[in-house]
């Protein structure tokens, strides 16, 4: 009997709870065993839920059940989040989770912690929602020297930037919107400032070269800047502006990252990426290019992540960790005045092929 | 110390060779072990080969050498390669492949086998070439319900549609050029009569839907009838033809299967996969659609995926063991009277959403 703890009971704690309960026979058949989630931590209250008998607020007693094989963190930032991820891991139990400002912020610590304590830290839900991105490229890509990752990581941007160029829509106008559907925060400058794609492809390039790439070191623009005419203007020439994560790996061994807006080709496969949808293209020596594309964030699709993640938790611990060192990245990231981007327009990137 | 048997130095075989030459440093780093090609194994002569010495002519060699830990079988065909894969996996020998007509016929039989004798019989390269489609759909999507599988799974025939469709160019004309750049076999039927997207769509059927679909149970049409008034009718109605492999499980448990040229909308993701690209859609029910796109044939692509596999095998043999039971057809695949597909024109179905 496999027993999970989810801490956070928001969009995606929710729908993992909801998974976890709708697709129980599957999740049991492909572990050879029961599997439930026993707690649920939040600390508000939800009396109406099916799930009130769950709930507890303190996460002791997570930590000090033997029974809990897993914790799913889905609390997001980095404060309490890394206090029980830390304490988690140390109690022995798998921690799976899709909050990419922790793992992008403190990979290092916390993958060698799991190592240390024989349990795995998994977190494929924390670039590009549901779409299988990080095993696929960690596993089915391994046999690649992977030379550069490109993708539209964030869902709330490619919606604004599609309802600008589909509906010659204002950005003013699109954000509006996005916020009423509940794509954007009233607060949008984690989404539209580049600071979620930042941590994203940093996540990603950390994998893929096997050192540690702190946000800080990416240079990071977001599309504030972007006006119809910029978008008119690209159009006229045949391209579409997106935002992108790049980070690619040039022959003296540096990284060069970065997060802007970017001009692409109308027949480039992230072009027809549309609305909140994501798409992340890998290139290996063996494979040339690869994309991977669907729904990048969402209740279900990120929990499909999660659920992945757990059952590769109890499936083969050491086998499914993922690993990279901690870096002085001064020593192997190119820093913004040295990247020699070529702009299309001021602020928008031309990616080049 | 890892030591790898390939059988057949064709396209496939000789692209794995140099792989695990060129790359061999990676290798061994995800591995924690040296790794090496040991054998080679072809009926042909290769004499002005790098790996002149490799080379046997009896598989026996190979089958009786206790340090071959991994045969990679690309010789194609379903007698040789049948063969050689049973002893393989009889002596205890892990078994990798891109033989889908093998895969397709008989794998129930050989996974069993695999199972047996507690080695893994491994087949990413088998459908989409180098795109990472077999194990994210198997693992990565572990934890929905798959309802539906539909993928542009063949390169050949995807480039003669494309020529078609961009060029104005006639089918008989479009299918000589294939021939000449050698993207098409002298006898290209397999290709253009659907044979190969038939047994594609099967692997990923069985796989999905935990029983093996033959694929004479498979209703399959090619693109042979296609004319060039059928691409540009789809065209005014905002519409290309693409050869697609579909399965779909219906609510009442029956799988609904075929290969056929269809009329998709311009939007659709699988519309803009061009020339001798692959694109696989997989529906589940927590992560929606999710595409996966990329080089679906040719030397290192192909290589890619069997390096990947073979990794697999040594990381993790109970783990990355994929498993389907044989079964009887008649009682959950559809059969081609009572599909009831729509069609656009006669030989061109529509996909509905």
């Known amino acids: 009997m496999i027993n999970v703890a989810v801490v956070g009971f928001g969009v995606v704690g929710s729908g993992v709870v ?47 059940d033997p029974e809990i094989n897993i914790v799913v963190e889905t ?4 404060t309490f989040a890394y206090e029980y991820t ?21 990979a290092p610590e916390l993958l060698a912690l799991a190592r240390e304590n024989g349990v795995c830290y998994l977190f494929e839900a924390s670039v590009g929602g549901g779409i299988p991105i990080i095993n696929p490229m960690y596993h089915c890509l391994a046999a690649n020297e992977l030379n550069r990752i490109v993708g539209i ?7 604004i930037l599609t309802k600008m160029i589909k509906e010659g829509v204002s950005f003013d106008a699109a954000l509006r919107q996005a916020q009423l559907l509940g794509y954007a925060e009233k607060d949008p400058s984690a989404d539209i400032d580049g600071i979620d794609t930042g941590r994203k492809i940093c996540i990603l390039a950390s994998l893929a070269f096997g050192k540690h790439i702190y946000p800080e070191n990416v240079m990071t623009k977001g599309i504030r800047g972007i006006s119809l005419d910029d978008i008119y203007e690209a159009d006229r020439q045949g391209m579409v502006v997106k935002l992108l994560g790049c980070a690619e790996k040039k022959d003296d061994g540096f990284v060069e990252i970065f997060v802007s807006p970017c001009a692409i080709p109308r027949e480039h496969p992230l072009a027809n990426i549309e609305d909140v949808f994501n798409g992340i293209t ?45 870096a002085d990245n001064s020593t192997f ?6 990247l020699n981007l070529e702009y299309f327009k001021n602020d928008i990137a031309l990616l080049k092929e």
């Open 282 to 326: 890998v290139t290996g020596d063996a494979i040339g290019d690869c994309t991977f594309y669907g729904r990048g964030a969402g209740k279900m699709p990120t929990a499909s992540a999660v659920g992945a993640d757990i059952i590769d938790c109890v499936k083969g611990t050491e086998k499914s960790s993922l690993f990279w060192v901690d």
């Open 333 to 338: 990231v190119r820093s913004f005045d040295k």
């Open 86 to 106: 830390k304490r988690a891991l140390r109690a022995g139990k798998h921690v799976v989770t899709s909050n990419k400002e922790l793992v992008a912020k403190h």
């Open 153 to 159: 990581m964030n869902g709330t941007t490619n919606y």
């Open 75 to 78: 609390v997001g930032g980095a």
């Open 18 to 64: 909801e998974l976890l309960d709708k697709n129980n026979r599957l999740f049991s058949k492909k572990l050879n065993q029961e599997i439930a989630c026993k707690y649920i931590l939040d600390i508000r209250e939800f009396p109406g839920s099916i799930y009130a008998d769950k709930f507890v607020k303190d996460f002791s007693v997570i930590e000090n």
